[in-house]
Nanobody, 123 residues
């Protein structure tokens, strides 16, 4: 089992950047595939990005491709989401998630979730 805690959210102007972090508990972080999701106000949660257990494979939603970068540091039990060129449409609660399941990163069922961190982008 793994527990996840997100941080790094906040208020930023359009065009700005933020880096989200997700710290995981436990000694087996390196076996988990990790994902970032977001839930805009009044909308359903949606996939943002994912990275496999060793960082060798990454996948992005079309809406963030070229602007967001997912990475991980297994020695620090942390996964990151670097968000550049932020747009008001990126405003959402951002969640990280973990799974040991195998399959396409963007469609896996993630088993463990953090509590979320708010990102607000002003125009």
């Amino acid at each position: 089992q793994v527990q996840l805690v997100e941080s790094g959210g906040g208020l930023v102007q359009a065009g700005g950047s933020l880096r989200l972090s997700c710290a995981a508990s436990g000694r087996t972080f390196g076996v988990y595939n990790m994902g970032w999701f977001r839930q805009p106000p009044g909308k359903e949660r949606e996939f943002v990005a994912a990275i496999n257990w060793n960082g060798g494979t990454r996948y992005y939603a079309d809406s963030v491709k070229g602007r967001f970068t997912i990475s991980r540091d297994n020695a620090k039990n942390t996964v990151y989401l670097q968000m550049n060129s932020l747009e008001p449409e990126d405003t959402a609660v951002y969640y990280c998630a973990a799974t040991r399941r195998i399959g396409p990163l963007q469609s896996l069922n993630y088993d463990y979730w953090g509590q979320g961190t708010q990102v607000t982008v002003s125009s």
